[in-house]
């Protein structure tokens, strides 16, 4: 079966650093993405990657500052968050698609997969 399974959350303080991993299994995918819900707000697209291209997107707010990655060997994709602010507070879910259309990457709805979501905390 697939199963996505994000590890690496934490409190941190603003300014800081974390690293997000999602390690995927069960079949490959066209297109993983990075999405974070806080308290009262939608699920909002945070940042993806095209598996295969390795081409990514990201929110503009959290352009400069916010890295995915994937490692092929292991089937993880990562996020770096760097600069940490207090907005950047949520649940970050890892998702997947089962095929990559270029389209409709940044909604919730285009997602096949998700994993179970990781509490990211940033203290100000």
């Known amino acids: 079966q697939v199963q996505l399974v994000e590890s690496g959350g934490g409190l941190v303080q603003t300014g800081g650093s974390l690293r997000l991993s999602c390690a995927a299994s069960g079949r490959t995918f066209g297109y993983m993405g990075w999405f974070r819900q806080a308290p009262g707000r939608e699920r909002e697209f945070v940042a993806g990657?095209?598996?295969?291209?390795?081409?990514?997107d990201y929110a503009d707010s959290v352009k400069g500052r916010f890295t995915i990655s994937r490692d092929n060997a292991k089937n993880t994709v990562y996020l770096q968050m760097n600069s940490l602010k207090p907005e950047d507070t949520a649940v970050y879910y890892c998702?997947?698609?089962?095929?990559?259309?270029?389209?409709?990457?940044?909604?919730?709805?285009?997602?096949?997969?998700w994993g179970q979501g990781t509490q990211v905390a940033v203290s100000s």
């Open positions: 990657i095209r598996w295969s291209a390795g081409s990514t």
């Open positions: 998702a997947a698609t089962k095929y990559y259309t270029g389209s409709y990457y940044y909604t919730a709805g285009a997602y096949d997969y």
